[in-house]
């Protein structure tokens, strides 16, 4: 029965049924059903089956050494010897050979990785000379992220002065070849007879020819691409493995997409593809997140009748790209569709442990870590060597602050592989919850080592001939992109940041567009220091600052008479005194100083405390608190507290200082510096993938000599992302935003602020943002367009000041009358020009009060920035930033400096 050999137990075991009901008299027959059943674990129905053909036959050998085997892999060794003692020349050797043999076949039906090492490491005790046990159990601890375990175990076959026979040369040559040990491999291949070089160590050797090609890969890149569209034409590779190997030989070398193009190549020049060809190829598409190229070969396989090792690939490959869906949906924020993705595999095979972690994965992005946490310790309960579930309740285990359970876990972890990345991931969560950050990014480093050497040692999984010897996991992403090589660099990054010492120095310049004291040139160098004090962040802050204002000319002097007090000091139509009197309103302004910040960080808790630029005319104690907890999954409650400085002009920011004379009597006058306590509370949602916001608030608003305001806020909006293909992302949103003043203090004269302070602003902004990295670089781009709207009230030039406004009324009434009366003398044709000959249009733009103002119109802007990572511990950036907003055009140029002493290498 040809079918009984491919394994196909339950359709063999049916057809003997069917038989033997024909013809009960084959007793050979009845032996290979109840073979068929102790294969299979069916144990009882075997010993039944062997009984009764011994009832029979009692001298039926295949049945006693099919019953004595059952027994003694039960443990049951007396009545297994006396089987085995009715068998002519069979001894214990046999007995030991027989549980051996049934070891080996319980470990290929477990799912369980750890407990598949102990079932080979029991049949390697029963027949410690059987080179493709030591081969399996080698693969399986390799497997397990236990590779000084697998060395070990082979070391006996491995050594150069041992005597080894063609099986264990041959088990020596797999092993080598799929930890990538190409020195032994070649000796290896030297001392290994023709007649032993079975179509499987043809593999190895082509595939050892193959890596001696991709050495001499060319360093350009278009002449490698033709190099490897050369190589997938002229190849041959009806088993899919060699495509395979080189495929990841690729990426190992840190050339993913050439390895894709290779594939892709395979693909167009094999028109017709066999089911192995589609698996392999299938396991590296998905190996490399090429989901849908994987999906098209496995299409290709239905109704094709697959061999049971084919068939578990095509079920691990589902489960797979399962998974890997799952993963980029729940990424992607769409928790829902991830587990429509997830639902088949959980349902064909709930305790799948890889669809398990990914729906674990799901109930971590919705904050629900009870459900995860339960999820989790029944995977490890069913198998404590999972690593991944292990890793996963440490986690969850450290965030629920259960320390002694998170500590005793990991230690746990590392003890059962001390070689894999997880152990040392588990041990850097336990140090950084312990606050030892050090120590933490030592262990995270170790995991990156031990996680890229596992990147570069590819699968070398072979097509079988007698002996099975194939170990591939088609779940593994192997690329420079390599997820869990990704997060512990993430990781890394995060603790750094978090705890590790800093330094940013950040030099920029801003640029607001106007005239007079409107314009704004602003410079500065914000120098940035932090450690970690405690569980929190303390830093300090220097930012030497200079501010200049544009100049005005004699031209228009509506926006002199608006600057100082040259409304007062300077009479409209007193021609003789303008030159000198307006040269303190037509400079320019400036202003030099250094701000200083000291601040303290602690999860959703921050608080600052320092000064406006010490130099500056005012200077003014600033700070607030700030609180970001959350209150339900995904919802945020985002609450401020602040006293800051409003940087709108050098008046608001730095204050003026000027001395006038008025009625031959002189004095100093200080004014500005203005600051705004804020208190605002806004509730957001959501996360990366989609987030909405709303909020609003009030501020209290002073400055030296200025009259007092009162703001309101409120604005609302979100985004979502539409496109994120792992290195490129880019969201959609919207924001409406509306404020008022209770009074307009966009003046620069004594008692106003001169800040912008409309009494009704409105405005609807559709931003598109852009963020992308590779390798060393990231960087960012956003546009945002839309329509403002925003209203001032009229206001008096001197607010607190009622003598100056009396005085600032007069000479509005005189230069109305100068007006008149140098309408009249046109009228009349009068050669002399009243008021000193000052013009018409002169006089009539001075007022005791800035009239009311409204626009509304076009917004918008644009922003991109970049940061390239020189070292792991040294950052450069910058930052140009161009907008249309209120009243201004605004440019901001930033450039960054960015270093942390955490040692990272």
């Not at 020349?89 to 076949?105: K, S, Y």
């Not at 600032?808 to 100068?818: E, F, G, L, M, S």
């Not at 002169?842 to 390239?868: H, M, T």
Request: proline share 4%.
């Amino acid at each position: 029965m040809k079918i009984n050999t491919t394994g196909r137990y339950n359709e063999a075991r049916q057809r003997a049924v069917d038989t033997l009901q024909l013809a009960p008299d084959q007793t050979a027959l009845k032996v290979k059903l109840a073979d068929m059943d102790r294969r299979q674990g069916r144990t009882a129905e075997a010993e039944r089956g062997y009984r009764s053909i011994l009832a029979s036959e009692p001298g039926n050998i295949a049945a006693l050494q099919g019953l004595s085997g059952l027994l003694a892999s039960e443990g049951r060794l007396s009545e297994a010897q006396a089987l085995a003692r009715r068998i002519p020349g069979m001894g214990n050797r046999f007995l030991h050979d027989m549980r051996a043999a049934d070891l080996q076949a319980e470990a290929t039906r477990t799912d369980s990785a750890g407990e598949k090492v102990t079932l080979l490491t029991s049949a390697l005790a029963e027949k410690p000379d059987d080179p493709w046990i030591r081969l399996h159990l080698a693969q399986a601890l390799l497997k397990s992220s236990r590779q000084q375990e697998a060395r070990e175990v082979m070391e006996p076959i491995l050594s150069t002065d041992s005597h080894l026979t063609i099986e264990r040369l041959q088990a020596a040559v797999f092993f080598s070849s799929q930890v990538n040990d190409f020195d032994s491999l070649r000796r290896l291949l030297r001392t290994l007879p023709p007649q032993a070089r079975t179509p499987s160590i043809r593999q190895v050797e082509m595939r050892l020819e193959d890596h001696d090609r991709i050495a001499t890969l060319p360093a350009d890149d278009t002449d490698a691409r033709f190099y490897v569209r050369r190589l997938a034409d002229t190849m041959s590779d009806p088993a899919g493995v060699r495509g395979t190997g080189i495929a990841s030989q690729l990426v190992g070398a840190g050339k993913p997409a050439l390895a894709v193009f290779f594939l892709r190549s395979l693909l167009s020049s094999s028109p017709h593809l066999t089911a192995q060809q589609r698996l392999a190829y299938a396991g590296s598409f998905l190996g490399l997140r090429r989901t849908e190229e994987t999906r098209h070969l496995m299409e290709g396989l239905a109704g094709v009748q697959l061999s049971p090792e084919e068939e578990r690939e095509r079920q691990d490959i589902t489960t797979g790209l399962a998974v890997t869906r799952s993963d980029q949906l729940n990424a992607k924020g769409d928790q829902a569709e991830a587990y429509e993705a997830l639902r088949p595999v959980l349902t064909d095979n709930p305790s799948d442990t890889s669809a398990r972690m990914a729906l674990v994965r799901l109930y971590e992005a919705r904050q629900d870590n009870a459900k995860a946490d339960e999820i989790v310790r029944a995977v490890v309960n069913r198998d404590p060597d999972d690593l991944e579930a292990r890793l996963a309740l440490v986690k969850l285990e450290a965030q629920a602050g259960q320390k002694d359970e998170a500590r005793l876990n990991a230690e746990a972890l590392k003890e059962r592989a001390p070689t894999d990345p997880r152990a040392w991931i588990a041990a850097a969560r336990v140090a950084e919850m312990d606050g030892n950050w050090r120590e933490s990014l030592e262990d995270l480093a170790q995991a990156r080592e031990f996680r890229a050497a596992q990147v570069r040692r590819t699968d070398g999984g072979l097509v079988e001939d007698v002996n099975p010897f194939r170990q591939q996991d088609h779940g593994k992403s192997e690329t420079e992109q390599d997820p869990m090589l990704s997060g512990i660099q993430e990781e890394e990054s995060r603790v750094s940041q978090t705890y590790a010492p800093t330094v940013d120095i950040t030099p920029g310049f801003l640029g607001r567009s106007g005239t007079g004291l409107t314009k704004l040139s602003r410079a500065d160098l914000k120098m940035e220091g932090a450690v970690t004090v405690g569980s929190g962040r303390l830093g300090i802050i220097l930012d030497p600052t200079v501010l200049a204002s544009g100049t005005r000319t004699m031209d228009y002097r509506e926006g002199l008479w608006k600057t100082g007090t040259t409304a007062v000091t300077c009479a409209p139509q007193d021609v003789k005194i303008t030159s000198a009197c307006y040269s303190d309103a037509i400079r320019r302004r400036s202003a030099y100083g250094v701000g200083t910040n000291f601040y303290y960080s602690f999860d959703w808790f921050r608080a600052d405390i320092g000064t406006s630029p010490l130099g500056f005319a005012v200077t003014n104690i600033l700070g607030g608190v700030e609180l970001t907890p959350q209150i339900a999954p995904h919802l945020v409650l985002h609450t401020t507290f602040e006293r800051r400085a409003i940087a709108d002009s050098v008046l608001s920011y730095a204050g003026m200082r000027e001395t006038e004379t008025v009625g031959n009597v002189t004095q100093n006058r200080t004014w500005g510096g203005v600051t705004k306590n804020r208190a605002h509370a806004q509730f957001e949602y959501g996360d990366d993938a989609f987030s909405l916001y709303a909020g609003g608030g009030g501020a209290y608003i002073y400055g030296r000599n200025t009259q007092s305001n009162v703001n309101y806020e409120a604005g609302v909006g979100g985004s979502f992302r539409i496109y994120d293909d792992g290195m490129n992302k880019v969201h959609i949103g919207a924001d409406a935003d509306w404020f008022r003043y209770n009074n307009n203090q966009f003046l620069y004269t004594p008692g106003n602020g001169g800040y912008f302070s409309p009494q009704s602003f409105f405005s609807l902004t559709i931003p598109v943002r852009y963020a992308g990295h590779k390798g060393a670089w990231d960087w960012g781009a956003s546009g945002f367009g839309g329509f403002q709207a925003y209203r001032q009230r009229s206001t008096l030039l001197f607010p607190r000041d009622s003598s100056y406004q009396t005085q600032a009324k007069a000479n509005y009434d005189v230069a109305q009358d100068c007006v008149r009366e140098q309408a009249v003398a046109a009228a009349n044709g009068s050669a002399t020009i009243p008021c000193g000959g000052v013009s018409t249009s002169v006089l009539s733009q001075y007022n005791y009060r800035d009239s009311a103002k409204s626009s509304s119109g076009i917004s918008g802007g644009i922003d991109a920035l970049f940061y390239y990572h020189i070292t792991p511990d040294l950052k450069v950036g910058g930052r140009f930033l161009y907008q249309k907003s209120g009243p201004w055009n605004q440019t901001d140029v930033n450039l960054s400096v960015h270093y942390d002493f955490s040692g990272i290498r």
